[in-house]
């Protein structure tokens, strides 16, 4: 960084201005790795998280609600395609970027992580995992890094629908029977929680914060972002007449925010750290789905080799 | 670790009468393939009504770090913009 006086003092001023970075521009390597860190973690989460959703796929209630749930994890697919193609313009590799998912040394959102055990699950992980997603992610189609924003802003259009085909489910489950009503609360309480620790660490616990906010990368703090996710959902919980699974939970007028009870940082960590509820088999799944794609994969380069020799005869 | 398809980038025509405009990239085995990734991964909305796929390999780009000099010829030619010319203001249609 020291030997580029100029080249950082132009680099500092673009972001100072809010002038976006683009692939070939120079760039500090702290920014780069910060970078490629986030924007791989961001794809993987994308890719992993089709997991539990696709769970369900077979087993959706109608021909309708199937048909909106694989669209669905269809798009999630494709945000992960855009992040990896991103990440690849800061010199990275895809093969680099998936083996070091399938090591695991490379991390995803927590949330993927937990099980989704019955159908109301998918009501909540649209309605509250992609809406928190939503809240971290619409301030991203800002971020410095040009391809990053782009990309962002393309997905950002894709998950406004994943979040209202999740809500549907839960208003449909929340006027339905007594059955469904209680199944619906009952994904409401095991997942509110984990969906508040997407949003990462407090901010005195993460110390990376204040560089990314530096560097533009971030526009908002972890809490900052939670808490807009609190005040944002309560009134949707309250509407499908559903109880939030916290005792603190409470308006607090001076503030003119909802305050809410202590989070379970050491369960979070946990999951960070590999002990969550699905770790292995979440992992396991992405390592042999990509290993027994390998003859396809094989295959279709070999097929483009004959076809590409038979042309140039 | 195996090897990878080569990396295409992608441009779109998102309506008759537009300007293909790059949207990303992707890896394919060959042309054919690297269209029908496009369309899956970037117009699953009708988002285009033309593809192009280039592999990434075959683009020049200019230099970022030159980007004053290469671009400064046209710096100190304002006689190339209408501004540059005094007309009178009672004129129309000039
Ligand atoms: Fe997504
Ligand atoms: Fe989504």
């Not at chain 1, 992980?125 to 800002?142: E, K, S, T, Y």
């Not at chain 1, 339905?176 to 199944?183: K, L, N, W």
């Not at chain 1, 003119?256 to 509820?277: A, L, M, R, S, T």
Request: charged fraction near 25%; proline fraction near 5%.
């Amino acid at each position: 960084m020291v030997a580029h006086p100029d080249l950082q003092t132009q680099f500092d001023l673009r972001v100072a201005e809010d002038q976006r970075i683009e692939p070939k521009d120079w760039m500090p390597e702290p920014y780069r790795r910060t970078l490629v860190r986030q924007i791989s973690q961001h794809a993987h989460s994308e890719i992993v998280g089709m997991l539990p959703e696709g769970n369900w796929i077979t087993r959706a209630p109608s021909l309708r609600r199937k048909a909106v749930l694989l669209a669905k994890v269809q798009d999630e697919a494709g945000h992960g395609l855009y992040l990896y193609s991103a990440a690849e313009t800061l010199g990275t590799s895809r093969e680099q970027m998936i083996d070091d998912l399938h090591s695991g040394k490379a991390k995803y959102s927590s949330i993927f992580n937990y099980p989704t055990l019955s159908w109301a699950d998918m009501g909540v992980i649209g309605w509250l995992v992609d809406g928190a997603a939503i809240m971290n992610q619409v301030p991203l189609c800002r971020t410095s890094y040009g391809p990053y924003a782009r990309a962002m802003v393309r997905i950002c259009k894709e998950e406004s629908f994943h979040q209202r085909q999740g809500y549907e489910i839960m208003m449909t489950l929340a006027k339905g029977s007594e059955a469904q009503r209680a199944m619906a609360q009952d994904a409401l309480n095991r997942w509110w929680w984990p969906v508040l620790m997407m949003f990462g660490p407090k901010d005195d616990e993460s110390p990376n914060t204040a560089l990314s906010m530096q560097w533009k990368i971030k526009r908002f703090t972890n809490d900052e972002l939670r808490q807009k996710f609190v005040d944002a959902t309560v009134p949707q919980a309250e509407y499908l007449g559903l109880n939030i699974p916290d005792p603190d939970l409470k308006w607090n007028e001076t503030r003119g925010h909802y305050d809410f009870g202590p989070i379970n940082w050491d369960e979070f960590w946990e999951v960070v750290k590999g002990n969550g509820p699905c770790n292995r088999q979440r992992l396991e799944a992405r390592r042999k789905a990509h290993e027994e794609g390998a003859w396809v994969r094989e295959a279709a380069a070999a097929y483009a080799n004959k076809r590409k020799a038979k042309s140039e005869k | 670790m195996d090897t990878q398809w080569p990396l295409w980038e992608v441009f779109i025509r998102s309506k008759q009468g537009l300007d293909h405009k790059h949207v990303g990239s992707l890896h394919a085995a060959d042309a054919q393939m690297a269209m029908e990734n496009a369309r899956d991964v970037y117009t699953r909305r009708r988002e285009g009504v033309s593809i192009w796929v280039v592999e990434s390999k075959h683009i020049h780009a200019s230099n970022p770090d030159e980007q004053e000099a290469f671009f400064d010829p046209a710096d100190d030619k304002a006689y190339r913009h209408p501004t540059f010319y005094e007309v009178p203001d009672s004129l129309t249609h000039i």
